[in-house]
């Protein structure tokens, strides 16, 4: 009986030591939680304005007017289109005017913004503004409704972030083209350093 007793306190010992372990293992291998849902749009944000700026302050001045075939916009124009669209939906976004005052149906125009100076500054703004109005509303902010400043309608504030995004993202892989036929390499597709 004895020996009994000393076999069962052994196996509830290893059974109690590979449940503990194993639940250890869990516990590292759990991921973790994700950060909120601000904190994930912001991450999105400076990454695609982020690109847009390197490409703004990596791309030659002298090829700044360059584009890939005479119906498309230039490479200065295209940043310019994206600013653009980044003041009007901020501004919808804040409610109040934010960046340099834009109209509904024209975006910023190269006789103001001559050098390639000029544009990655105006750019890089724009995006640090958005960060900070991100970071302000935090995650309520992404609850609320703003108005369309293209047609009008109402829309979530998420939805207006995602949507802004995602146009800067189209601009972004256009101008991946534009230095390519232009013989260059896009800044993300140069080797790490």
Known sequence: MLKNLRL???IAVIVTLSAFSGAQTAAKDSPKP???QSAEILTAWNDI???LVEMAEDFPEDKYD???TPAQRTFADNLLHVASDYCRELSAIKGSQVGPAITPDKDFSRADYKTKADIAKLL?????DGAALIQEQGDAGLTRQSKNPYDG???HVS???LGTMEHAGEHYGQLVVYYRVAGLVPP????KK
């Open 34 to 36: 994700a950060p909120s």
């Open 8 to 10: 069962f306190s052994i």
């Open 124 to 128: 890089k703004q724009a995006v640090a």
């Open 188 to 191: 993300a597709s140069r080797p």
């Open 66 to 68: 360059f584009k890939t």
């Open 159 to 161: 939805y207006t972030w």
């Open 49 to 51: 304005g982020g690109r």
């Open 153 to 155: 309608t109402m829309q």
